[in-house]
């Protein structure tokens, strides 16, 4: 993996409800607490220079693969396997969304055989062992506690 510059991003938005994005980048290495301290300062300087409002603010470091290993044949990101996790909060859930699921993954067998991810397939043990870890979340900041779901579903 390479490490490439972070970006900070922000988002702003019009009297029409269009939006454009000003992007700035930082030096690698720098740490996630100088990243956000120079987001807000920067966002601090383009306020009195635009007539947009901003509206969001982004801190990215980005990483691509030097060597990236080729796409198995057959692949198709368009096949997404969703699990769906109860969340810390009660009656709130949480989606994680895997592009590419393998077949490998499904139920042979049963009334979910071809639809439904095998929760006892290692791989999958594994990912749901990290998610549930206490690390991971929904966007509203819900801890991921337990998987509900999990099913294979293709979008156009």
């Known amino acids: 993996m390479l490490a490439k510059q972070p970006l900070i991003g922000f988002t702003a938005l019009d009297g029409t409800d269009s939006s ?3 992007r700035f980048w930082i030096h690698r290495g720098t740490e996630v607490s100088a990243a956000m301290s120079a987001a807000a300062a920067m966002r601090g300087r383009l306020v ?3 007539s947009c409002a901003f509206i969001r603010q982004s801190v ?3 990483f691509i693969e030097m060597a990236p290993a080729a796409p198995l044949a057959g692949a198709q990101a368009t096949r997404v396997g ?3 996790f109860a969340t810390s909060e009660p009656d709130r859930y949480a ?6 699921i393998l077949d490998a993954m499904l139920l042979t067998s049963g009334p979910g055989a071809g639809v439904q991810i095998d929760p006892a397939a290692p791989a999958v043990v594994n990912l749901v062992a990290e998610l549930t870890s206490g690390r991971w979340c929904n966007p509203f900041g819900q801890v991921l506690i337990d998987l509900v779901a999990a099913f294979v579903q ?3």
């Not at 989606?95 to 590419?100: A, D, L, T």
């Open 82 to 84: 969703v699990f769906v």
């Open 48 to 50: 009195p220079l635009s």
């Open 60 to 62: 990215v470091y980005p």
């Open 95 to 100: 989606i994680v969304e895997i592009p590419g």
């Open 20 to 22: 454009a994005v000003a």
């Open 154 to 156: 293709v979008r156009p």
